[in-house]
């Protein structure tokens, strides 16, 4: 894989090739696949997110893996909350909020125990790490 999104288009196909479960760094986690607009571009973008259940809700992180800016996906949201979410063989369209305190520390804190590695994204970088809460349109 050359570029991130050589390594997202792969790990898209492993989800939609396994009716939602990928192997590597995301065996036995929880991933969808997150359609979101372009918030310049127009045009649907599909990231690959880890996310975890809180409730109805799904629970996303905008982490970037601690860099100093926000993932894309993240501003695309901003932009235009309606997206639309894969998890495992279901499809369905979601509206994203950002979470704000002191629930954004209690869902990142729920994200850390399934995924340890957020912890350190937090660690790297000084900036607050968003979290983003996606509630199923009806």
Do not use: C
């Not at 932009?79 to 954004?104: D, H, I, K, S, Y």
């Amino acid at each position: 894989m050359s570029t991130p999104n050589d390594w997202n288009k792969a790990i898209i196909d492993e989800f939609r090739a396994n009716g939602g479960q990928v192997g590597g760094r995301f065996a036995g986690r929880t991933l969808l696949l997150l359609h979101t607009i372009g918030a310049k571009s127009g045009q649907e973008r599909v990231n690959p997110v880890a996310y975890v259940a809180d409730g109805e809700r799904l629970v996303i992180i905008a982490s970037k893996a601690g860099a100093p800016t926000n993932p894309d996906w993240y501003h695309n949201l901003l932009a235009n909350p309606l997206a639309t979410v894969e998890v495992g063989t279901e499809t369905f369209q979601v509206r994203a909020e950002m979470a704000a305190e002191p629930e954004r520390t209690r869902l990142y804190a729920k994200m850390v125990e399934m995924m340890p590695g957020f912890a350190e994204y937090q660690q790297k970088t000084t900036r607050i790490i968003p979290v983003v809460v996606l509630t199923r349109v009806a």
